[in-house]
Antibody, heavy 119, light 108 residues
Framework: QVQLVQSGAEVKKPGASVKVSCKASGYTFTSYYMHWVRQAPGQGLEWMGI????????VYAQKFQGRVTMTRDTSTSTVYMELSSLRSEDTAVYYC????????????WGQGTLVTVSS | SYVLTQPPSVSVAPGKTARITCGGNNIGSKSVHWYQQKPGQAPVVVIY???DRPSGIPERFSGSNSGNTATLTISSVEAGDEADYYC???????????FGGGTKLTVL
């Protein structure tokens, strides 16, 4: 069965960077796109971007361009999301989620990773 | 960026029908996905491509999309349907996707 297992919670200081991992199993890693979605406490879902694990191409939401980098390691079936210049507003649960097409629904989700930004 | 508008909350009595709307400019020309999210859990897709239902999702969940409004309909609402619901679209002009603000469904 498809599983997405994310790395554990992080606490960072303002201005620092965080790198969250998402290890996929149960399917051919390069066959599904991977998205990153975040959710601030008590708030809605926010799409951050997408990576094609096959070639590594990425599309980032305008809001995060210049601060976010999504990469993948096909040898370990893992995707990474790095967010830099953290501020308190970046405190959120970060999810990875698959889709069969870039426009398709997010069928499988990771368990979420809480990133707390605090001085 | 493409804006999706959802009502913040919808309340319905058990056994009745809940309708959650998602408004957007000419949203009928786009594919809409709907997600259910319960507290402390990751979202789950309940409707994809406007009206398709994933396996395991009850037939009580249905979707439609036309003009400037997409609608998620939940018939014979049960207490277990109480959750936040989000619509999502992919904007082909920007190759971005976005979520509506979410609707909290309360079962009275």
């Amino acid at each position: 069965q498809v599983q997405l297992v994310q790395s554990g919670a992080e606490v960072k200081k303002p201005g620092a960077s965080v790198k969250v991992s998402c290890k996929a199993s149960g399917y051919t890693f390069t066959s599904y796109y991977m998205h990153w979605v975040r959710q601030a406490p008590g708030q809605g879902l926010e799409w951050m971007g997408i990576i094609n694990p096959s070639g590594g191409s990425t599309v980032y939401a305008q809001k995060f361009q210049g601060r976010v980098t999504m990469t993948r390691d096909t040898s370990t079936s893992t995707v990474y999301m790095e967010l830099s210049s953290l501020r308190s507003e970046d405190t959120a649960v970060y999810y990875c989620a698959t889709s069969g097409y870039s426009y398709g629904s997010n069928d499988y989700w990771g368990q979420g990773t809480l990133v707390t930004v605090s001085s | 960026s493409y804006v999706l508008t959802q009502p913040p909350s919808v309340s319905v009595a058990p056994g009745k029908t809940a309708r959650i709307t998602c408004g957007g400019n000419n949203i009928g020309s786009k594919s809409v996905h709907w997600y259910q999210q319960k507290p402390g859990q990751a979202p789950v897709v309940v409707i994809y491509y406007d009206s398709d239902r994933p396996s395991g999702i009850p037939e009580r969940f249905s979707g439609s999309n036309s003009g400037n409004t997409a609608t998620l309909t939940i018939s014979s609402v049960e207490a277990g349907d109480e959750a936040d619901y989000y619509c999502q679209v992919w904007d082909s002009s920007s190759d971005h996707r976005g979520f509506g603000g979410g609707t909290k469904l309360t079962v009275l």
